[in-house]
Each structure stands twice: as structure tokens, then as C-alpha cells.
């Protein structure tokens, strides 16, 4: 069974830093894809970025510049390097697990969530 742990979230003022991680544990495959999304109250999830195991990495535009995506060499963790953060960047922050057992077979697992508020 995967399951995904997140920390790192809390409250910081405009312009501040903050630094997310998300460990998983259980059967991780090689071909597999972690990422962090983010949901504002009233608003939809959205993906904020997301990294392959080949640490192709991509960004929703309203972030590119700011906020940097990693992993570790053995597939396992995330983290998400938050800098100049606004306070339209307030929401719960959800680490994504996309697991695939082979390249047309993949399965999602997501992080319980952390909280993340930027006060103005």
C-alpha cells in the first residue's frame, strides 16, 4: 500500500519562503511522477508542479520563477522550495503519487494535505 506524507506548511507573510515535503513508502516504480497541488477555499485543485522520474519538471505559470520541484535519487520524496510567496498561494497543499507498474498502467495516491497561508 502507498502512502504519502506531507509537511511543511504554515503561515508566513508576504514574500516570505516555505519548504513542502512529501516522503512515500510502499512499492514505488521506476516510471512514476510526483507533484504538488493546491486547493484555495471555494476554488477547484490545481496543480502547482510536478516532477517525473526522469526530473522532468513542470509549472503552472502563475508560480514559474518562484517555486522549485525536486526529488531524491531513489523516487521516494518531493520537496517544493516556495519562494516570494503571495497570498493568492494560500491554500492545502496536496502531494501526488502517479504510479506506474508499466508506461500504459498508472495509479494515483495522494498526501493527506498541509496548510499553507500567506498573510498580507
Known amino acids: 500500500q502507498v502512502q504519502l506524507v506531507e509537511s511543511g506548511g504554515g503561515l508566513v507573510q508576504t514574500g516570505g519562503s516555505l519548504r513542502l515535503s512529501c516522503a512515500a513508502s510502499g512499492t514505488i516504480f521506476s516510471i512514476n511522477t510526483m507533484g504538488w497541488y493546491r486547493q484555495a477555499p471555494g476554488k477547484e485543485r490545481e496543480l502547482v508542479a510536478e516532477?517525473?522520474?526522469?526530473?522532468?519538471?513542470n509549472y503552472a505559470d502563475n508560480v514559474k520563477g518562484r517555486f522549485t520541484i525536486s526529488r531524491d535519487t531513489f523516487y521516494r520524496s518531493t520537496i517544493l522550495q516556495m519562494n516570494s510567496l503571495q497570498p493568492d498561494d494560500t491554500g492545502v497543499y496536496y502531494c501526488?503519487?502517479?504510479?506506474?507498474?508499466?508506461?500504459?498502467?498508472?495509479?494515483?495516491?495522494w498526501g493527506q494535505g498541509t496548510q499553507v497561508t500567506v498573510s498580507s
Open positions: 501526488k503519487l502517479t504510479n506506474c507498474p508499466r508506461s500504459d498502467l498508472c495509479n494515483n495516491y
Open positions: 516532477i517525473s522520474s526522469l526530473r522532468v519538471a
